[in-house]
C-alpha cells in the first residue's frame, strides 16, 4: 500500500540511521524525499541506496538560517510542493553537570535542536502558503544536561 504517494518529504539528519531507515519507509510508501544532512559523503551513501527517482540530497545545516530557507525552497522546487518536515537532526552536546556545561556548547544544541526546527516550521508555513498544500513537521531531539 502506498498511502503516501504523491507526496513530499524533506528528512533532515538523512545520512544517520534513523533519517535513512525512514526515508526508505517513506519511498516505499510513495514519497519524494530531500534528504538533507552536514555530511556530504554519508549523505551520499545513503542516496545511493534508496531509489533515485524519489530522493535528492541537500547538504546543509539546520542551525543555519539561510540553509534551512535554501533546503526547504530546494524541496519544492525540485518536487512541486512540500508536506512533511521530519525532523531528525540533533545533538546532544557535552555531557556534564549543568554547572559545568560550557555555554558555548549549549548554545549550539539550542541552535539545532530547537532554532532549526522552528525556523523549518516557519519555512515550511511560507511552502505551504505557496504552493497550497497542507503539512505537518515531526521532530525528535535529545538534550543531556
Do not use: W
Amino acid at each position: 500500500m502506498q498511502r503516501l504517494q504523491g507526496k513530499v518529504a524533506i528528512i533532515t539528519g538523512g545520512a544517520g540511521g534513523i533519517g535513512e531507515a525512514t526515508a526508505a519507509r517513506f519511498v516505499s510508501e510513495g514519497t519524494k524525499v530531500l534528504l538533507v544532512d552536514i555530511d556530504a559523503g554519508a549523505l551520499s551513501q545513503v542516496a545511493g541506496r534508496l531509489d533515485a527517482g524519489s530522493v535528492a540530497t541537500c547538504v546543509a545545516d539546520v542551525s543555519s538560517a539561510e540553509d534551512v530557507q535554501r533546503y526547504v525552497a530546494e524541496a519544492i522546487d525540485r518536487f512541486g510542493r512540500l508536506h512533511t518536515i521530519f525532523s531528525n537532526v540533533g545533538t546532544e552536546g557535552a555531557i556534564a553537570p549543568i554547572t559545568d556545561y560550557p555555554l558555548e556548547a549549549f548554545d549550539k544544541v539550542m541552535a539545532a535542536n530547537v532554532r532549526g526546527v522552528r525556523r523549518q516550521g516557519d519555512r515550511r508555513r511560507a511552502g505551504i502558503v505557496a504552493t497550497k498544500n497542507s503539512a505537518r513537521t515531526v521532530a525528535k531531539s535529545t538534550l543531556h544536561i
